[in-house]
């Protein structure tokens, strides 16, 4: 099925889509797209309310987190992309610490309406972030995808699946670990 979508960068006038699309658990768990800004403490301790509301301080200060995907006028999918800097834990990470110092925008997160799960919308909304990064002059976009789906519940697979990055033209860059390969989209350079 070929969905007609559209795609906008999350804004504060948009906010109300996104706690639409999230949920009042706000996506995984009380997760709201925090998980990789926090601390481990930090994020467990403002689960829930606390995260919604340090998501909507970053939104409401201009920022712009992410992509959200509409189909029909309805919000139904969600796709974190940002300069590397906001996201504090990738730095933390011994896995996913950086390759070099190029500067990057990360792809770090998404989250899909449970009837747009499986439909390519993780390839639509990749392709989306990439305009976006171009827009805004970066010229890298990196992910941290899982390098399977065996065994695991769809939202267990937040990162995305390295199928779909590859499907969009991302190459694997560096492995540090069996199941989390590092990849990289070059704004400007040709597929293979």
Same mark, same amino acid.
């Given at each position: 099925?070929?969905?007609?979508?559209?795609?906008?960068?999350?804004?504060?006038?948009?906010?109300?889509?996104?706690?639409?699309?999230?949920?009042?658990?706000?996506?995984?768990?009380?997760?709201?797209?925090?998980?990789?800004?926090?601390?481990?403490?930090?994020?467990?301790?403002?689960?829930?309310?606390?995260?919604?509301?340090?998501?909507?301080?970053?939104?409401?200060?201009?920022?712009?987190?992410?992509?959200?995907?509409?189909?029909?006028?309805?919000? +139904? =999918?969600?796709?974190? *992309?940002?300069? &590397?800097?906001?996201?504090?834990?990738?730095? $933390?990470?011994?896995?996913? !610490?950086?390759?070099?110092?190029?500067?990057?925008?990360?792809?770090?997160?998404?989250?899909?309406?449970?009837?747009?799960?499986?439909?390519?919308?993780?390839?639509?909304?990749?392709?989306?972030?990439?305009?976006?990064?171009?827009?805004?002059?970066?010229?890298?976009?990196?992910?941290?995808?899982?390098?399977?789906?065996?065994?695991?519940?769809?939202?267990?697979?937040?990162?995305?699946?390295?199928?779909?990055?590859?499907? +969009? =033209?991302?190459?694997? *860059?560096?492995? &540090?670990?069996?199941?989390?390969?590092?990849? $990289?989209?070059?704004?400007? !350079?040709?597929?293979?």
């Amino acid at each position: 099925m070929a969905l007609d979508l559209e795609f906008y960068p999350l804004t504060s006038e948009r906010w109300v889509d996104l706690e639409k699309l999230f949920g009042k658990h706000g996506a995984c768990g009380g997760c709201w797209c925090m998980w990789w800004r926090l601390s481990r403490a930090d994020f467990n301790r403002n689960k829930g309310e606390g995260n919604r509301k340090a998501f909507k301080k970053i939104v409401d200060s201009g920022h712009i987190p992410g992509i959200l995907a509409y189909f029909d006028g309805q919000p +139904v =999918g969600w796709c974190a *992309v940002a300069p &590397r800097e906001s996201f504090p834990m990738l730095e $933390r990470s011994r896995t996913l !610490k950086r390759v070099d110092d190029r500067p990057v925008w990360s792809v770090v997160c998404f989250f899909m309406a449970k009837l747009f799960r499986r439909k390519g919308l993780t390839v639509k909304l990749l392709e989306a972030a990439i305009k976006y990064v171009e827009a805004k002059g970066g010229n890298i976009v990196e992910g941290y995808p899982t390098g399977s789906a065996k065994a695991q519940p769809d939202p267990f697979m937040y990162t995305g699946l390295a199928s779909s990055f590859r499907k +969009v =033209g991302f190459v694997e *860059v560096l492995r &540090r670990s069996r199941n989390r390969p590092i990849m $990289r989209y070059v704004i400007g !350079k040709k597929k293979k």
